[in-house]
């Protein structure tokens, strides 16, 4: 299947948050207290309440204020970084389509995932389970739009074959962030400054300790595991199965039996 993807066009975008909403009633996410911090941004950062996130953007220009708009969410990374470290098969995985989901039975709250990811992008819920944007897998199975890219009114959000949206922002001559930053973002952007202006990694990469634990320790552990099992599939060969006395104990050292009554 052709990889899909988000074009996030922030020029587009005019803050009106349809989209934090859209998400909110698809995915059936609660509402949460917020504070007046001076500022149109609301709530401040990703919760395990919101998959999406407009950031507002002040920089004062002489007498002139500038606002731009980020729109954060998981970035569906080709290369995902929380899919590398969670060790529970199948909690984070990478669908048909490209895009990174999650499935909550299969995540054992280890929150590596956190850890591994450059964008500072999964959180927990109350279960601790891992939660984040996840494409709107669902919509998606059955020929729809995510629910945010349905709501947008000024299609700053698409959605649709990579390659092809891509083609298209370069044709318009726009400035492309995500095309093959970690194998190619699922979420990529059409920005109008530098990334790091819109607090983005100019070269986002997975934390050297992710391939520490992964080609490293992990193989080692699973080498160490397997030695252990052979260690003992040879002593039942050598010396048969272990014997139990007459109280049910195991003995390790068969030539030099419990006295009775021990
Ligand atoms: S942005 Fe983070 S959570 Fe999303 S796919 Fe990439 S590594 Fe995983
Ligand atoms: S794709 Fe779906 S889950 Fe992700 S932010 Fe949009 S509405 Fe929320
Ligand atoms: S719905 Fe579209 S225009 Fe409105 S805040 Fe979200 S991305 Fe921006």
Redesign the pocket.
């Known amino acids: 299947m052709a990889r899909k993807a988000f074009l996030i066009d922030m020029s587009r975008c005019i803050a009106c948050r349809s989209?934090q909403v859209?998400?909110k009633q698809?995915?059936k996410l609660e509402p949460e207290a917020t504070v007046n911090r001076g500022s149109y941004e609301n709530p401040p950062q990703l919760t395990p309440q919101l998959?999406?996130q407009i950031q507002f953007i002040e920089q004062g220009q002489g007498d002139e204020l500038r606002w731009l708009f980020m729109n954060q969410?998981?970035m569906h990374c080709g290369d995902a970084g929380c899919i590398k470290v969670c060790p529970s098969a199948g909690a984070l995985y990478h669908t048909p389509e490209g895009m990174v989901a999650f499935n909550q039975d299969k995540c054992i709250e280890c929150h590596y995932c956190v850890n591994g990811c450059p964008f500072d992008v999964p959180r927990y819920d109350r279960k601790k389970k891992v939660t984040k944007?996840?494409?709107?897998v669902d919509?998606i199975a059955n020929g729809l739009v995510?629910?945010?890219?349905k709501a947008c009114p000024t299609q700053t959000l698409r959605f649709g074959d990579r390659d092809a949206l891509i083609a298209e922002a370069k044709a318009a001559g726009k400035t492309v962030y995500g095309e093959s930053e970690l194998k190619g973002l699922g979420a990529v952007y059409i920005l109008e400054d530098a990334p790091q202006t819109y607090n983005l990694p100019a070269k986002p990469a997975i934390p050297a300790s992710i391939f520490l634990w992964k080609d490293v320790i992990k193989p080692l552990g699973i080498l160490g595991f397997w030695g252990a099992m052979g260690a003992a599939l040879l002593h039942y060969v050598t010396f048969g199965p272990k014997k139990l006395d007459e109280y049910g104990r195991r003995h390790d050292d068969d030539l030099n039996p419990p006295e009775k009554g021990a």
Request: charged share 10%; with cysteine.
């Open positions: 989209c859209a998400c698809w995915n998959y999406n969410r998981c944007c996840h494409a709107c919509r995510p629910a945010c890219v």
